[in-house]
Structure formats: structure tokens, C-alpha cells
DNA sequence: ATATAATTGAAAATGATTTTCAATATCACT
DNA sequence: AGTGATATTGAAAATCATTTTCAATTATAT
């Protein structure tokens, strides 16, 4: 379960285990849909009703700093997240269930390499998000 | 000159030719960098003092409408907007002076055919974007 | 020249995020 | 288990980006 290995990395990090933090990762960690901060606090205080608002932008923060979650970049906005694969992965998007999907991209490093050969430009990083329908909603 | 077709482009489609208009084109339609919407009201004041902010949205919205300018995801935000390219066409952004330059991204096509093929995802769109240094920066 | 309707800038409203702060809760050390 | 230092909390206020409202102005077809 991602909840206590995430609970486990807060800590082992220096940060306290606290009611507030376990609500926003129990929401999270296990989500294959983006969140966003109001959305991940509605849901939360269901299970943690003295959540504030504040403290899942605190807490996102923290995730996003360990590397477990990522912001997703959509049409409508930029403010959700979605929990970070391992290593360098891209994102897949449903557009009818909002359903995400990792997937891995290492085919691209040729593609970026050419790139790299016509434009001049040292290529350090890449985003690349796909969107789509997934299996369900196709 | 861009600025020109634009202008024209902005009539073309039932728009009228305005003072605020004119100078928010005049800044961004030959621009090498991404802009905010603040960027592009401080710079074309200069030309324009009487311009207002919410013009400057107004008309950038307009502008991507009409496809003229696309937004700019950057990992300090997600504001910035520079001229689209003709087509489908991808980001390459210095991290260093912002310089941006466009590519074409025809090539990926077989790439997000495997893609599709392994997550029984349809794709219809994706976004690329492309972060290093430019030849003169590097 | 004039009339009409689009456009303007200022101000207010909204929405997202951050900061401030006093109260509370966690955890290391007994 | 109890205690103290300090990290963390939620509420309220502050900030920043964007949108809406509105009366005044201006572009353009006639």
C-alpha cells in the first residue's frame, strides 16, 4: 500500500506524522485521476474533518518536493497532481474520465537527440503528456 | 512582418482595429520569448500608455483563439504565452534567456502508436515540450 | 457626419495560493 | 507515562492572477 511508504518517506525525512498529512496522502497516493488542492481537501475531510485547506497545500508541497506526486498541466488548468512514477515517466491522459496513465519513454531519446542536431539547442529535460480515451471510454 | 497579418487577421474575423489591440500585437507577434500578460502590458505601454491590463487579456485571448499565440507550461508557471507555429508544432525553451523555438513533431507519430498499441488508450492529442540550453546560452 | 455596436479602462469581484499568527500536537528525551 | 522544544495546525488576512461589470469612448458601415 503506497499510503504507509509515503507516511514512511515523510518521516524519514524529518516531517511529522500528523492527521492532516495521512488524510491528504490516503486521497493521493491511491488516486488514478489528477486532483486538485480543493478537491483532494473535500475529500479528505470525510475522513478528517478538522482538515484545512492550508494544509493540504502544505502537504502537496512536501509530496511534490519528494518526488511523489507531479503537477498535471491540462487545457482547463495546471493546478492538479497526480502521484509520480518511478523514474522518468510521461503522463497519458483520459479526457472523458480523467483517468492517468504512466507510461515510459525512453523511445524518445532519439528523437530528442535529432532534435537536438537541427535546432543547436543542449536538450537537459522533456515534458510530454498524450491525451485521449482510455479503454473504458473509448 | 506578423504584425500586419495579424492585424488583418483580427478585421478579417468581424474584430475591430483598436489602439489597445495594435500595440499588444505589436509585442507579442514578433517576440522570441514567452510572455505573461504583465510582460506584454509593461512593454506595450511604452508605445501605449493609455492600455489597461484586461485589454491585454481580452485581446490575448482572441489571439488564441484565432491560433496566433499558444500557452507556455513552465515549471514556474503556466502565464506565458508565444506565437503558435503553423501546423502541429512543438516547444524547445531555453532555460537560461527563455529564447523559444518551434519544431516539428511529425516523427513522434510512431511513438504514440506503440503507445496506444501497450495502453489501449485512443490518443488524440499531445503536448511536447523541450527544455535545454540555446546555441548561444550553452 | 452620424448612428450603432464593439471596445475601452477603472473598479469591483472572484478564485487560487501564500503568509501570518496564536493554539495545538508530535516526538525525543527522560 | 510525563515533559518540553518545536513542527504543525487551521483561521484569517494578504497577495496575485484573472474575470466581470459598467459607463464612457471609438471604430466602422452607412
Chains 1, 2 share one sequence.
Not at 480543493?38 to 478538522?50: G, K, L, N, S
Request: with cysteine; aromatic share 8%; proline share 2%.
Amino acid at each position: 500500500m503506497a499510503v504507509n511508504n509515503w507516511l514512511a518517506l515523510l518521516q524519514e525525512n524529518g516531517y511529522r506524522l500528523t492527521g492532516a498529512r495521512r488524510a491528504v496522502v490516503e486521497i493521493i497516493a491511491d488516486s488514478h485521476r489528477a486532483l486538485t488542492p480543493v478537491e483532494v481537501y473535500d475529500a479528505a475531510r470525510e475522513q478528517y474533518p478538522a482538515l484545512g485547506l492550508v494544509s493540504v497545500y502544505r502537504t502537496l508541497e512536501k509530496l511534490e518536493e519528494l518526488g511523489l506526486i507531479q503537477r498535471v498541466h491540462q487545457p482547463q488548468g495546471c493546478q492538479a497532481f497526480i502521484k509520480a512514477g518511478k523514474g522518468h515517466q510521461h503522463l497519458l491522459l483520459c479526457s472523458k474520465c480523467g483517468r492517468t496513465t504512466l507510461f515510459d519513454g525512453d523511445d524518445l531519446d532519439q528523437f530528442i537527440k535529432s532534435v537536438a542536431r537541427k535546432t543547436g539547442y543542449q536538450i537537459n529535460e522533456h515534458w510530454l503528456q498524450l491525451f485521449g480515451l482510455c479503454e473504458n471510454c473509448k
